[in-house]
């Protein structure tokens, strides 16, 4: 069984140029980081004109579908009866993107397939991690 989820999802720009009003991301998930997603840009859907990676905990995906959560730098809350909002805040500016709610809902019940909600400790390698910090440090 792969221990990484991948999944594109078309994503709406909110307030882009007209040359870009929807553009492809990618979700991420992998079990060696289980309380974590990454949803990706492609170089020609940023202002950098380099790709872009945003991670985030599940937790904020699986509860923003639901409901509005997040008050740092990314937030998520539904929108109508088939859209998800979120939105990614950095110094340069905010970026906000509307996704479907399905491809949301299919790309985190596979995560939940995967790593149960509840369970992440179970997949992390502290010691591991302990080990990684103190080489680090050293």
Same mark, same amino acid.
């Given at each position: 069984?792969? @221990?990484?989820?991948? !999944? %594109?999802?078309?994503?709406?720009?909110?307030?882009? %140029?007209?040359?870009? !009003?929807?553009?492809?991301?990618?979700?991420? #998930?992998?079990?060696?980081?289980?309380?974590? /997603? +990454?949803?990706?840009?492609?170089?020609?859907?940023?202002?950098?004109?380099?790709?872009?990676?945003?991670?985030?905990?599940?937790?904020?995906?699986? +509860?923003? /579908?639901?409901?509005?959560?997040? $008050?740092?730098?990314?937030?998520?809350?539904?929108?109508?009866?088939?859209?998800? /909002?979120?939105? *990614?805040?950095?110094?340069?500016? @905010?970026?906000? /993107?509307?996704?479907?709610?399905?491809?949301?809902?299919? *790309?985190?019940?596979?995560?939940?397939?995967?790593?149960?909600?509840?369970?992440?400790?179970? #997949?992390?390698?502290? $010691? +591991?991690?302990? %080990?990684?910090?103190?080489?680090?440090?050293?």
């Amino acid at each position: 069984m792969s @221990t990484v989820i991948e !999944q %594109a999802v078309e994503a709406r720009l909110v307030a882009a %140029a007209p040359r870009m !009003q929807t553009i492809p991301a990618t979700l991420h #998930y992998d079990r060696q980081d289980p309380f974590a /997603v +990454q949803m990706s840009f492609p170089a020609p859907a940023t202002l950098e004109g380099v790709e872009v990676s945003w991670a985030f905990a599940r937790e904020l995906l699986t +509860q923003g /579908v639901e409901r509005p959560v997040g $008050d740092g730098d990314v937030r998520v809350r539904p929108y109508g009866f088939d859209r998800t /909002v979120v939105e *990614f805040h950095a110094p340069e500016g @905010t970026a906000i /993107v509307h996704i479907r709610t399905g491809e949301l809902r299919r *790309f985190l019940h596979s995560t939940t397939a995967l790593v149960p909600l509840g369970h992440e400790h179970h #997949y992390v390698d502290l $010691d +591991q991690d302990l %080990a990684e910090l103190m080489r680090d440090a050293c």
